[in-house]
């Protein structure tokens, strides 16, 4: 009996070792073999950016010493959040592809085990819950570089948030000022594949033909006074509301009321804001008002019935001036100054 249960004890104690060993050696595995499976990854991947999980995070940086002979550029993701347009982690996301593609193509001699090598990844939320928390990630978009000498994922270089807006460039320059590696330009994929270029080609012989039978004849949309006259009419239309402002601040057509959430607000108060609803009925009635200027200037004076054409005058100038009224209201409500008639003092 009490051998039995001393071969019992040797043999726990045994197994105790061996995992003990197995443990040290799979925490303390190669810097060469950590670089060799990193760079199988990144061959396998087709956007050279390798896809971590909790496991691989602790495999390459947590469990391994440093200073590890490479850094990591990681982009943390959540799929559940792709329908928030306003993260733009979709596009965030492609472009983050785009720099690892370029960067791997721009040196293609860094392939070395030195301490320069740099590896693109991209960990997912649901997938690694535990990376999150490890990095101390809790809002989006968020990008870290984990530098050879880091110890603490928390400790690691973080993109700022306002440095988003650039896309793929301001990616590059991140990379570039903190580890002094050069990204090279950025390669984005054309427009237009080769076999689309060639199709557009092909029909544009075959349509040469026509085309220009169809300009020696007059017969083309570019003859026809109606385009032009709606071209025209956008044209003022798009300037007097101020449609390139929305577009260049990405300004919404109408906010939600704080107070009243079923509300909605189309007129802002106050100069520093224009909403897109706002620029466009302003817009309206000007339009309104160069439309009416217009007829009167080219098309009433045809009029033989003098009758009409006072009728017709009255009118426009009616109309006119409750649609400059209209513009002049709104402009003393948003900014607080008012515009008033000016009159002479000889008319006092």
């Avoid at 190669?30 to 199988?40: G, I, R, S």
């Avoid at 496991?55 to 440093?66: E, G, W």
């Avoid at 009243?260 to 008002?289: C, H, R, W």
Wanted: proline share 4%.
């Amino acid at each position: 009996m009490a051998i039995s249960q001393n071969i019992a004890t040797r043999l726990l104690l045994l197994t105790t070792l061996l995992s003990l060993f197995l443990s040290l050696t799979i925490s303390t595995s190669d810097p060469e073999e950590l670089v060799n499976e990193l760079l199988f990854l990144q061959s396998q991947s087709k956007t050279g950016v390798i896809h971590l999980d909790d496991h691989s995070i602790s495999r390459f940086l947590t469990s391994t010493k440093t200073p590890r002979p490479y850094s990591l550029l990681i982009f943390f993701d959540a799929k559940q959040l792709h329908d928030k347009h306003e993260l733009h982690l979709q596009d965030l996301h492609r472009e983050f592809f785009l720099v690892a593609s370029s960067f791997i193509l721009n040196n293609p001699d860094k392939s070395s085990t030195s301490y320069a090598k740099l590896f693109f990844c991209d960990i997912e939320f649901k997938e690694s819950q535990s990376s999150f928390s490890l990095f101390g990630v809790n809002s989006l978009p968020h990008i870290r570089l984990v530098g050879p000498n880091v110890k603490n994922p928390q400790e690691s270089d973080a993109m700022d948030q306002g440095d988003f807006s650039r896309m793929a460039e301001s990616m590059s320059d991140f990379v570039e000022s903190r580890t002094k590696l050069s990204v090279g330009p950025i390669h984005r994929p054309p427009i237009l594949s080769r076999s689309q270029l060639g199709f557009l080609f092909a029909v544009l012989l075959i349509w040469t033909p026509f085309m220009v039978k169809k300009v020696l004849t007059g017969q083309t949309l570019l003859h026809d006074p109606k385009i032009w006259l709606g071209g025209a009419v956008f044209v003022y239309f798009f300037s007097v509301s101020g449609a390139m402002h929305n577009i260049i601040r990405k300004m919404p057509m109408f906010l939600a009321d704080r107070n009243d959430p079923n509300k909605l607000i189309f007129f802002y108060q106050g100069s520093g804001m224009q909403l897109g609803a706002e620029g466009f009925a302003i817009g309206f009635l000007y339009t309104i008002v160069g439309l009416l200027l217009a007829f009167v200037t080219h098309v009433l004076v045809m009029v033989k019935n003098v009758t009409a054409q006072r009728l017709v005058m009255v009118v426009s100038l009616v109309v006119s001036f409750w649609a400059v009224n209209k513009v002049i209201y709104l402009d003393n409500w948003k900014t607080g100054y008012g515009v008033h008639t000016f009159w002479p003092s000889s008319w006092k």
